[in-house]
T-cell receptor, first 113, second 114 residues
Framework: GNSVTQMEGPVTLSEEAFLTINCTYTATGYPSLFWYVQYPGEGLQLLLKATKADDKGSNKGFEATYRKETTSFHLEKGSVQVSDSAVYFCALSWRGSQGNLIFGKGTKLSVKP | GAVVSQHPSWVICKSGTSVKIECRSLDFQATTMFWYRQFPKQSLMLMATSNEGSKATYEQGVEKDKFLINHASLTLSTLTVTSAHPEDSSFYIC??????????FGPGTRLTVT
């Protein structure tokens, strides 16, 4: 079946540090891949997405590349800010679904000034 | 972006009672809405798919008679937890599909059953 595995947190970084959150997936066919972010007290928001192999999603300085050969979609940011503190979820959907998502367990990021 | 609201955001109920949670898409119509459940430090688990005008589709292991879903309009889906028990205490999150790859999430409802 389809599944998503992402690195467990929490992750604590200093401001301006480099961020990587690993995400790998298992899926039949060609899934679409997403990163969602959940700020404290808010609902999940789409951060970025990639719908086919080698696509790079990017938003707010975050990037992730859909790597079919390694079945990965790692999230990166070159210089994190305190405002990036949140929980990040990797997710996938697949062709033929109605859009329902399979999520990883989430990674809590705390950025210290 | 589009907004999805949930009401209530937080509810405490006694064991054996029923609780209704509303999910509304405020500025778009959604033929499909999803209901997820999130346990502490766990991922979101899909409970059911709610389609306007038809019966909901439940995931394996989710009791449809316990978690009643009604999607009566293109902007409203409701989840009723019937005869709630303490093990039903959780964070319930809905989402609404606005288009391909466009899914918007509500802020969630925390249910505590005493």
């Amino acid at each position: 079946g389809n599944s998503v595995t992402q690195m467990e947190g929490p992750v604590t970084l200093s401001e301006e540090a480099f961020l990587t959150i690993n995400c790998t997936y298992t899926a039949t066919g060609y899934p679409s891949l997403f990163w969602y972010v959940q700020y404290p007290g808010e609902g999940l928001q789409l951060l970025l997405k990639a719908t086919k192999a080698d696509d790079k999603g990017s938003n707010k300085g975050f990037e992730a590349t859909y790597r079919k050969e390694t079945t990965s979609f790692h999230l990166e940011k070159g210089s994190v800010q305190v405002s990036d503190s949140a929980v990040y979820f990797c997710a996938l959907s697949w062709r033929g679904s109605q859009g329902n998502l399979i999520f990883g367990k989430g990674t809590k990021l705390s950025v210290k000034p | 972006g589009a907004v999805v609201s949930q009401h209530p955001s937080w509810v405490i109920c006694k064991s054996g009672t029923s609780v209704k949670i509303e999910c509304r898409s405020l500025d778009f119509q959604a033929t499909t809405m999803f209901w997820y459940r999130q346990f502490p430090k766990q991922s979101l688990m899909l409970m059911a798919t709610s389609n306007e005008g038809s019966k909901a589709t439940y995931e394996q292991g989710v009791e449809k008679d316990k978690f009643l879903i009604n999607h009566a309009s293109l902007t409203l889906s409701t989840l009723t937890v019937t005869s709630a028990h303490p093990e039903d205490s959780s964070f319930y999150i809905c989402s609404a599909v606005a288009g391909p790859y466009e899914q918007y999430f509500g802020p969630g409802t925390r249910l505590t059953v005493t």
